[in-house]
């Protein structure tokens, strides 16, 4: 059976990842967590972990690094990367730019942190606000060993969720986890 990755952008949200963990049922998936979200919902982060999903590291303040400062994009990456660490016990090892923002440097900060850059070969447009039907074509279109990006806090996608994996499970395909 052929492998996606589910991803999940800016959470952790107290209106949706319990929901979100719940629907996913045990399948594990990689959640690219918000630094100034995790830091306000430290036991939310810590349910991501425990239920045995990947988390990443989607910056502090969730801004477009390619037009920072080689300090200030540091910074971003780093203070998420000591949040993520105090929380979980666990450092990081991937990373998403924040809306796809990437470029050499972007992804020189993220190495230099031990980071590797995830991007993504499915949007479901959920971000946009995209309903749950819409939600799951989208992710219908995934290929083999691609990565399917989602958003923790849209309603539409928790609804989302036991149909693509139905979906997933009707075409051969397994979730598994986002490596880089």
């Known amino acids: 059976m052929d492998a996606v990755a589910l991803t999940f952008d800016d959470g952790p949200y107290p209106s949706t990842t319990p929901a979100l963990l719940a629907a996913l049922d045990g399948v594990r998936a990689t959640f690219f967590l918000w630094g100034e979200h995790a830091a306000e919902h430290p036991a939310l ?13 989607h910056t502090w303040t969730h801004p477009h690094l390619t037009g920072l400062s080689a300090e200030n994009r540091d910074q971003e990456v780093r203070r998420t990367q000591d949040l993520l660490v105090s929380l979980t016990g666990a450092r990081p090892v991937l990373f998403r730019p924040p809306y796809g923002d990437t470029d050499d440097a972007v992804r020189a900060t993220a190495a230099g942190h031990g980071l590797t850059e995830v991007l993504w070969t499915v949007d479901t447009r959920d971000w946009a606000g995209a309903a749950t039907d819409e939600i799951v074509a989208a992710a219908d279109r995934v290929e083999p060993g691609g990565v399917v990006l989602m958003h923790e806090g849209r309603p539409e996608t928790v609804a989302a ?6 979906a997933l499970a009707a075409r051969g395909l397994r979730p598994g986890l986002t490596r880089g």
């Open 45 to 57: 982060v810590r349910a991501i972990a425990a239920a045995g999903h990947v988390i990443g590291n």
């Open 161 to 166: 969720v036991p149909r693509i994996l139905s």
